[in-house]
């Protein structure tokens, strides 16, 4: 596996990870009203 695969895996890991806070966000900002 060369740098570029590795460097491309992180960022669809980070892009995962942020997508899952804004809708973890949203649900708990819904549950709280």
């Known amino acids: 596996m060369n ?3 590795i ?3 992180k ?3 980070e892009e995962l990870i942020s997508s899952f ?3 973890y966000c949203k649900i708990t900002q819904s549950l709280i009203r």
């Open 11 to 13: 960022e669809l890991i």
């Open 21 to 23: 806070l804004l809708e």
């Open 3 to 5: 740098f570029a695969q």
């Open 7 to 9: 460097n491309n895996k």
